[in-house]
């Protein structure tokens, strides 16, 4: 089976993340050509891939090679570079691609401000200007969600011209991830016969549990909320009569004990979450 693969690699400077988003029709396309690590950089190693280029490109980024120069080094010591394809972001921006002349058509790459698009045995070239153009507009949102777009805009191009497998989103930032890991998002769909689509139902539910809303629309638990959070946490058998402890205990069962910090001032999402919870058992 020959992995035909589209694929974007990019970093957001100001947030300090780097990432992956990658589609094909390839059995868990994510456990192979998916690699990032924070403060280094991340590649996309594809067509008859050889993972060591994840793992030696960024070994060599940490070394300080500048994309283009790492890649350069990746490829002079493969005799099959010709059948390879590559995207590659330093920790400074810098993007580079391969696209080696023996790729499976149509097969070709595109680099622009802190991001490499590549793609082979595609539908036809429109897949790669999709990722590119659709990242390059969309910096008002977070990385992992430009690079989504991005990965779901290529498909609507086109895409593997076999149809869908899998997709993997890799985001990573140092303490960026539940409990201060260096992993903010790790999401794979090996085996769907809509996996992009698939991956983009698994983002919402990453961004409910482990997203964050911003401080200035968290809501003050004042004494109509205190009331209304207490009845519904008893309902739900929550009974110590401390309301911080309760809510905060009720969270951990339900995966949302990173948006609960104490009881005087309340995320929405985890209000909203606590209406649904109770309103089933009712």
């Given at each position: 089976?020959?992995?035909?693969?589209?694929?974007?690699?990019?970093?957001?400077?100001?947030?300090?993340?780097?990432?992956?988003?990658?589609?094909?029709?390839?059995?868990?396309?994510?456990?192979?050509?998916?690699?990032?690590?924070?403060?280094?950089?991340?590649?996309?190693?594809?067509?008859?891939?050889?993972?060591?280029?994840?793992?030696?490109?960024?070994?060599?980024?940490?070394?300080?090679?500048?994309?283009?120069?790492?890649?350069?080094?990746?490829?002079?010591?493969?005799?099959?570079?010709?059948?390879?394809?590559?995207?590659?972001?330093?920790?400074?921006?810098?993007?580079?691609?391969?696209?080696?002349?023996?790729?499976?058509?149509?097969?070709?790459?595109?680099?622009g401000?802190?991001?490499?698009?590549?793609?082979?045995?595609?539908?036809?070239?429109?897949?790669?200007?999709?990722?590119?153009?659709?990242?390059?507009?969309?910096?008002?949102?977070?990385?992992?969600?430009?690079?989504?777009?991005?990965?779901?805009?290529?498909?609507?191009?086109?895409?593997?011209?076999?149809?869908q497998?899998?997709?993997?989103?890799?985001?990573?930032?140092?303490?960026?991830?539940?409990?201060?890991?260096?992993?903010?998002?790790?999401?794979?769909?090996?085996?769907?016969?809509?996996?992009?689509?698939?991956?983009?139902?698994?983002y919402g539910?990453?961004?409910?549990?482990?997203?964050?809303?911003?401080?200035?629309?968290?809501?003050?638990?004042?004494?109509?909320?205190?009331?209304?959070?207490?009845?519904?946490?008893?309902?739900?058998?929550?009974?110590?009569?401390?309301?911080?402890?309760?809510?905060?205990?009720?969270?951990?069962?339900e995966?949302?004990?990173?948006?609960?910090?104490?009881?005087?001032?309340l995320?929405?999402?985890?209000?909203?979450?606590?209406?649904?919870c109770?309103?089933?058992?009712?």
């Amino acid at each position: 089976m020959t992995p035909s693969t589209f694929s974007i690699v990019a970093c957001d400077l100001d947030r300090r993340e780097w990432g992956i988003a990658v589609a094909s029709r390839f059995l868990a396309i994510g456990a192979l050509s998916a690699w990032a690590e924070p403060e280094v950089g991340a590649v996309a190693t594809q067509s008859f891939i050889k993972a060591s280029y994840g793992s030696d490109g960024l070994r060599l980024l940490a070394q300080g090679e500048p994309a283009p120069e790492a890649l350069a080094r990746l490829l002079a010591e493969d005799d099959g570079r010709e059948q390879r394809q590559v995207g590659i972001i330093d920790s400074d921006g810098r993007a580079a691609a391969h696209t080696g002349s023996a790729c499976v058509r149509w097969a070709g790459d595109r680099c622009g401000p802190s991001y490499a698009a590549q793609g082979n045995m595609l539908v036809s070239g429109d897949t790669v200007v999709a990722l590119a153009e659709t990242f390059e507009g969309g910096a008002t949102v977070s990385l992992a969600e430009r690079l989504l777009g991005a990965l779901a805009a290529g498909q609507a191009a086109g895409g593997d011209r076999r149809g869908q497998q899998a997709a993997a989103l890799r985001v990573v930032r140092r303490g960026g991830g539940y409990g201060g890991a260096d992993v903010a998002v790790d999401l794979r769909v090996d085996d769907h016969p809509e996996a992009v689509r698939e991956l983009q139902r698994l983002y919402g539910l990453h961004e409910l549990y482990f997203g964050s809303t911003p401080e200035d629309e968290w809501l003050p638990v004042d004494d109509d909320l205190e009331r209304e959070l207490g009845t519904r946490l008893d309902r739900l058998g929550y009974t110590s009569g401390d309301l911080a402890a309760d809510l905060e205990a009720w969270a951990g069962v339900e995966n949302l004990e990173e948006r609960v910090r104490g009881a005087a001032r309340l995320d929405p999402v985890v209000l909203s979450e606590l209406r649904k919870c109770e309103e089933r058992r009712s």
